[in-house]
């Protein structure tokens, strides 16, 4: 079983950044990868980013490329997602979800937190 908890949601201006947080209870975190997932308002909760169990892989949704950077810290049980150049259509609820596959496809991912909300104003 693990327990995961988000942290570093609010509110941001456009062009500002974030560095979301998610803690995750357990001895063996690094077993895990790791997904960021989005859920806006009226919409499908769709996939963010992924990092495999020991970092050396990440993938990304086209729509944060190059903005966005998921990394973890094995020895912290944390996985973090730093946005920058945040735009209003980034505005969402943010879930960090563990699963045993590195993938992109969210029913692949077991445990999930319960979401920190991120909201960029114009």
């Known amino acids: 079983q693990v327990q995961l908890v988000e942290s570093g949601g609010g509110l941001v201006q456009a062009g500002g950044s974030l560095r979301l947080s998610c803690a995750a209870s357990g001895r063996t975190f690094s077993s895990y990868a790791m997904g960021w997932f989005r859920q806006a308002p009226g919409k499908e909760r769709e996939f963010v980013a992924a990092i495999s169990g020991q970092g050396g892989s990440t993938a990304y949704a086209d729509p944060v490329k190059g903005r966005f950077t998921i990394s973890r810290d094995n020895a912290k049980n944390t996985v973090y997602l730093q946005m920058n150049s945040l735009k209003p259509d980034d505005t969402a609820i943010y879930s960090c979800?563990?699963?045993?596959?590195?993938?992109?496809?969210?029913?692949?991912?077991?445990?999930w937190g319960q979401g920190t909300q991120v909201t960029v104003s114009s």
């Open positions: 979800a563990a699963g045993g596959v590195y993938t992109r496809v969210e029913s692949l991912y077991r445990y």
